[in-house]
């Protein structure tokens, strides 16, 4: 199973941008999905997570701006971003976990979103 994130680009402060991350392969439904983001000479955070019955929760610093969401059917997690800030450029990561078997902990390979002042 790969995790195949897209969506990532250059925009202006203020801006908007989706990120897409889909599984190829089969896949049991996954109990978490989940967006982290990692700048350079930082550590890998959490942005936002999203629970297989739709339960989210998100970093203070998106909070009111991002929002998650999944699409079960299509094993796709979406990350809408508005008004974007230079402090949210970073590699953007998805991730899908499960905790039952069979259990997995599968990452994307990344999409860079980089925002201009």
């Known amino acids: 199973v790969q995790l195949q994130a897209s969506g990532g680009g250059l925009v202006q402060a203020g801006g908007s941008l989706r990120l897409s991350c889909a599984a190829s392969g089969t896949l049991f439904s996954s109990d978490v999905m989940g967006w982290y983001r990692q700048a350079p000479g930082n550590e890998r955070e959490l942005v936002a997570t999203i629970t297989r019955g739709g339960g989210t929760a998100y970093a203070a610093s998106v909070k009111d701006r991002f929002t998650v969401s999944r699409d079960n059917a299509k094993n796709t997690v979406y990350l809408q971003m508005n008004s974007l800030k230079p402090e949210d450029t970073a590699g953007y990561y998805c991730?899908?976990?499960?905790?039952?078997?069979?259990?997995?902990?599968?990452w994307g390979q990344g999409t860079q979103v980089t925002v201009s002042s």
């Open positions: 991730n899908f976990a499960r905790s039952n078997y069979p259990r997995y902990d599968y």
